[in-house]
């Protein structure tokens, strides 16, 4: 193993901001494709979650085929199925639950946990090394998470209660475990590669939860099913098939650290999407918000030192 200088450059950048915006609005589609404008809900988080899978792995189903031929590797199978659950299948269903009990911004801030765990993960268990700009940009990142969610104590992000709560900082971990094994074990993979065969190895259990929450139903009784369907067409396609390929892109191309830190910048867009859907907004939260970019700043400020991977 050898050093080698990974330079974030215009389109790392570019990716970065587009993921943000991407997954900072998919919170919105949640929310609205599990209710209607007034509130009344439509299709249950379970629902909603079987849909986007199937819906993405649907989408993604004649690239996997194509390409079937790559799986035939034990490691890379086991790598990708690692992937498919903990970092679509899992999710999916643990944030429409918490989105249940707590307004999507909030669900929005609790998932910048993502790069503690992830950077945890990767320095424990894959020995992976951090440099010190960009220990104290985790610091002023979390820092900044933290300043966000306070705002939120005592509000009506709590009605859902602390196991609310917990399934998102769960989302976040199944995440920090699925960035690690794209970056240290899938790296040989293109990311269209890796985001068809990950959605290919849980199809099968997606379209089991479509039909075992009773889904279809919905479309029958329910005639407000085909305005949301849209918010949740838009949630996979958007959200899920490009979303995991623009990830497995960045992942591909830059570090643990930066690549996690997309998840500092979601809060940004999911607060202010929440704004424009009416949520609340505080002077205290753009200070939150500063601080958060400042962690980003120092810790992506010059070019990283990493561990190259044997090839």
């Given at each position: 193993?050898?050093?080698?200088?990974?330079?974030?450059?215009?389109?790392?950048?570019?990716?970065?901001i587009?993921?943000?915006?991407?997954?900072?609005?998919?919170f919105?589609?949640?929310?609205?494709?599990m209710?209607?404008w007034?509130?009344?809900p439509?299709?249950?988080?379970?629902?909603?979650?079987?849909l986007?899978?199937?819906i993405?792995?649907?989408?993604?189903?004649?690239?996997?085929?194509?390409?079937?031929?790559?799986?035939?590797?034990?490691r890379?199978?086991?790598?990708?199925?690692?992937?498919?659950?903990?970092?679509?299948?899992i999710?999916?269903?643990?944030f429409?639950?918490?989105?249940?009990?707590?307004?999507?911004?909030?669900?929005?801030?609790?998932?910048?946990?993502?790069?503690?765990?992830?950077?945890l993960?990767?320095?424990?268990?894959f020995?992976?090394?951090?440099?010190?700009r960009?220990?104290?940009?985790?610091?002023?990142?979390?820092?900044?998470?933290?300043?966000?969610?306070?705002?939120?104590v005592?509000n009506?992000?709590?009605n859902?209660?602390?196991?609310?709560?917990?399934?998102?900082i769960?989302?976040?971990?199944?995440?920090?475990?699925?960035?690690?094994?794209i970056?240290?074990?899938?790296?040989?993979?293109?990311?269209?590669?890796?985001?068809?065969?990950a959605?290919?190895?849980?199809?099968?259990?997606?379209?089991?939860?479509?039909?075992?929450?009773?889904?279809?139903?919905?479309?029958?009784?329910?005639?407000?099913?085909?305005?949301?369907?849209?918010?949740?067409?838009a949630?996979?396609?958007?959200?899920t098939v490009?979303?995991?390929?623009?990830y497995?892109?960045?992942?591909?191309?830059?570090?643990?650290?930066?690549?996690?830190?997309?998840?500092?910048?979601?809060?940004?867009?999911?607060?202010?999407?929440?704004?424009?859907?009416?949520?609340?907004?505080?002077?205290?939260?753009?200070?939150?918000?500063?601080?958060?970019l400042?962690?980003?700043?120092?810790?992506?400020?010059?070019?990283?030192?990493?561990k190259?991977?044997?090839?």
């Amino acid at each position: 193993m050898y050093i080698r200088v990974v330079k974030i450059g215009l389109l790392e950048v570019v990716i970065f901001i587009l993921l943000s915006i991407i997954w900072g609005s998919s919170f919105f589609f949640m929310k609205h494709g599990m209710s209607d404008w007034d509130g009344n809900p439509v299709f249950s988080a379970q629902q909603v979650a079987s849909l986007r899978m199937v819906i993405a792995g649907t989408t993604l189903l004649p690239v996997a085929i194509y390409n079937l031929r790559k799986l035939m590797n034990r490691r890379v199978l086991t790598s990708l199925a690692i992937v498919g659950v903990f970092g679509n299948f899992i999710p999916a269903f643990l944030f429409t639950f918490a989105q249940t009990g707590l307004i999507s911004a909030y669900v929005g801030m609790l998932n910048s946990a993502t790069p503690l765990f992830s950077v945890l993960i990767a320095y424990f268990i894959f020995k992976d090394r951090m440099t010190q700009r960009q220990i104290i940009g985790l610091v002023f990142g979390n820092i900044g998470v933290v300043m966000l969610m306070s705002a939120y104590v005592g509000n009506d992000a709590f009605n859902g209660g602390m196991t609310h709560v917990f399934a998102v900082i769960f989302a976040t971990f199944c995440y920090g475990v699925s960035l690690n094994t794209i970056k240290f074990k899938l790296y040989d993979l293109k990311a269209i590669h890796i985001a068809s065969f990950a959605f290919l190895i849980v199809l099968g259990p997606a379209w089991f939860c479509f039909f075992y929450f009773g889904t279809p139903q919905v479309f029958v009784d329910n005639p407000e099913a085909w305005n949301s369907i849209i918010y949740i067409i838009a949630l996979s396609l958007l959200g899920t098939v490009l979303g995991v390929y623009l990830y497995a892109v960045l992942i591909a191309r830059t570090t643990t650290v930066f690549s996690s830190m997309v998840t500092f910048a979601i809060p940004i867009v999911s607060l202010f999407i929440g704004v424009i859907d009416g949520e609340w907004f505080t002077v205290f939260q753009i200070l939150s918000l500063g601080v958060i970019l400042l962690g980003i700043i120092i810790a992506n400020r010059k070019s990283t030192k990493v561990k190259d991977l044997p090839r």
